[in-house]
C-alpha cells in the first residue's frame, strides 16, 4: 500500500528558504501517470496547492507562488521535493505531500487520492 | 489564482441531508468535468471522498454523492452520521495544469 511521509524543519527564520522532503513507500514514483504534489494549510484556515512534479521532472506550480517555488524529484532515492524562497510568517502552515492524476484513468480523474500526513512548519525568528 | 467559493459552515440533524456548495469559474469548475471532494478531520490528513464530480473510490459510503451545474459543484452527505462531522473541501483542476482548492465547509451534526 502506498505511502507517503513528509520530513524537515519544524522552524524556520524569517527571509530563508523552507525545505521538505517526501518519500514514497510501497511503490515507485516512477510507475503510473500521477504527479506528486505539496498542499499547505495555514492554521485553522483552508487548503493550498503549492505545485506538483512528475517523474520525468515536469513541474506545475500555482501561479501565486511560483516565483518562490522549487519542486524537484529525485527517482533514485524514491522521493521528491519542496522548496520555498523568502519565506515569512504567512508562509507558517502544515505542510502536504500528495499523490494526484495527472489523466483521467479508473479510479482517478486529476484528484488527490494518497496524502502524507502532513508536517507543521512555523516560520519565526 | 482564486480560491473557490464554499460556505464556511452547515449542518443538519443525524439521519438528515445536508448538500455543501463549491463555486468557481469557468476556468476551474465550469470549465472541466474534475471536480473532487475531501474530508478532513481535526489534525488528520485529507481523505479522498469525490473524484470526476461524482465518482467514489472504493471504501467511500453511497451516503456521500457529488453533482455538478454550470460554475458550482456540489456534495451531498445523506443519512448523516456522527461521524460525517469534519471539514469538507472541494477542488477542481484548472487552466493551465493548475489546481485549485476552496476554503472549506465545517460540517457540523446537531
Known amino acids: 500500500q502506498l505511502q507517503l511521509q513528509e520530513s524537515g524543519p519544524g522552524l524556520v527564520k524569517p527571509s530563508e528558504t523552507l525545505s521538505l522532503t517526501c518519500s514514497v513507500s510501497?511503490?515507485?514514483?516512477?510507475?503510473?501517470?500521477?504527479?506528486w504534489g505539496w498542499i499547505r494549510q495555514p492554521p485553522g484556515k483552508g487548503l493550498e496547492w503549492i505545485g506538483s512534479?512528475?517523474?520525468?521532472?515536469?513541474?506545475y506550480g500555482n501561479p501565486s507562488l511560483k516565483s518562490r517555488v522549487t519542486v524537484s524529484v529525485d527517482t533514485s532515492k524514491n522521493q521528491f521535493s519542496l522548496k520555498l524562497s523568502s519565506v515569512t510568517a504567512a508562509d507558517t502552515a502544515v505542510y502536504f505531500c500528495?499523490?494526484?492524476?495527472?489523466?483521467?484513468?479508473?479510479?482517478?480523474?486529476?484528484?488527490?487520492?494518497?496524502w502524507g500526513q502532513g508536517t507543521m512548519v512555523t516560520v519565526s525568528s | 489564482q482564486s480560491a473557490l467559493t464554499q460556505p464556511p459552515s452547515a449542518s443538519g440533524s443525524p439521519g438528515q441531508s445536508v448538500t455543501i456548495s463549491c463555486t468557481g469559474t469557468?476556468?476551474?469548475?465550469?470549465?472541466?468535468?474534475?471536480v473532487s471532494w475531501y474530508q478532513q478531520h481535526p489534525g488528520k490528513a485529507p481523505k479522498f471522498m469525490i473524484y470526476?464530480?461524482?465518482k467514489r473510490p472504493s471504501g467511500v459510503p453511497d451516503r456521500f454523492a457529488g453533482s455538478k451545474s454550470g460554475n458550482t459543484a456540489s456534495l451531498t452527505v445523506s443519512g448523516l452520521q456522527a461521524e460525517d462531522e469534519a471539514d469538507y473541501y472541494c477542488?477542481?483542476?484548472?487552466?493551465?495544469?493548475?489546481?485549485?482548492f476552496g476554503g472549506g465547509t465545517k460540517l457540523t451534526v446537531l
Open positions: 510501497g511503490g515507485s514514483i516512477s510507475s503510473g501517470d500521477y504527479l
Open positions: 470526476e464530480v461524482s
Open positions: 500528495a499523490r494526484h492524476g495527472r489523466v483521467c484513468s479508473g479510479t482517478n480523474c486529476f484528484a488527490f487520492d494518497i
Open positions: 477542488s477542481s483542476y484548472a487552466d493551465s495544469n493548475t489546481w485549485v
Open positions: 469557468s476556468s476551474d469548475v465550469g470549465g472541466y468535468k474534475y
Open positions: 512534479v512528475y517523474y520525468s521532472g515536469s513541474t
